[in-house]
Every structure is written in structure tokens, then in C-alpha cells.
């Protein structure tokens, strides 16, 4: 059994994963998504997020956009990020399952906003 979260806007991928809406978890054995759940973002705060879903135990996190510090705590707890993904949540997952899905490994340096990259 595998858990995927994807950080989420009305069922959307969204960009910035520390101010998502709330995160859709996923479920999947052999490949296929056998359950989800949405849970709401239990508010931003530094390093957080990262712990909150790795305690739910979450191995893959899919996201538009993510902060080098999310990056780093979630790596420690050995959660998969794929980063750069855009679209409905459910297909990304999907995609990720079929192993079309691949992180574009940009994380949010070059942007104007960081405090928005949850940096």
C-alpha cells in the first residue's frame, strides 16, 4: 500500500504547496488509486507540513511549486517529491502510477515571492 498526497485546490494540483487549500490523499495497491481522502491544510507554518504528512504516513508528495526547507524535511523522511505538476490531482496521481509523472526538480529559487514558496 502506497499513500500519495498531492497538494490541492478544488481537486486541482496547486503551486504552492505551504498555502494549498488542503491535501488529497491517495491510496494505491498495484498501481491503482483504491481510496482518497482530502484533509484540510492544518495551517502554514515553518516545517510543519512536511512532518504533518509524513506522520500520516504519506510516501509520495505531489506539488506545483515547493520550498527548498519543505524539500529537505521531506527528503529526511524519506517521502518522495515530485515537484512541477499542474492539472487535476487525481490524474497526476494517476500519471505518477503509470511512471509518467516526473518531478521537474524545481524547486521555488528564482521567484520573486518567497515568502509565498513557504521558504
Known sequence: MMKIAVASENGMVTEHFGHCEGFMIFDAENNQIVKSETVANPGHRPGFLPNFLADRGVNVIISGGMGGG??????ERNVEVVVGASGNAKTAVENYLKGELKTTGSV?????????CGE
Open 70 to 75: 519543505a524539500v529537505e524535511i521531506f527528503n
Open 108 to 116: 521555488c529559487h528564482e521567484h520573486q515571492h518567497h515568502d509565498e
